[in-house]
């Protein structure tokens, strides 16, 4: 493995030896975080976009995605992680 051309953003990130692209999986941000459980997942996806600044003064740091060491997010929803196993299945690393 080598480090990857493009892994800006993420820690220790490397590429397939015969220079492959990696796999990226990714989902919306209001379904990568666990604060206040999945109550702002609720509100954000049936608010209107103006009461944003409601969660926002009550959650002030709700936008703030934890990562694991290798810089990939810590929470995803099952779906992702379905879809990851899957992949990995069929491309071992």
């Known amino acids: 493995m080598r480090p990857a051309q493009d892994g800006k953003g993420a820690v ?3 590429g397939p030896a015969d220079g492959g692209r990696l796999i990226v ?8 975080i666990d604060h206040a459980g999945y ?8 608010m209107p976009m103006r009461m ?3 969660i926002n003064q009550k959650y ?3 936008r ?3 990562r ?23 491309f071992p690393c």
């Open 39 to 46: 109550f702002i997942q609720m509100a954000l996806a049936s």
């Open 12 to 14: 220790g990130v490397t």
């Open 68 to 90: 694991d060491p290798d810089g990939s997010a810590r929470y995803m929803p099952a779906g992702v992680r379905l879809v990851e196993a899957s992949v990995l299945r069929e």
């Open 60 to 62: 002030p740091k709700w």
């Open 52 to 54: 944003e600044a409601v």
């Open 64 to 66: 703030e995605v934890e």
């Open 25 to 32: 999986l990714t989902a919306p941000l209001t379904e990568t």
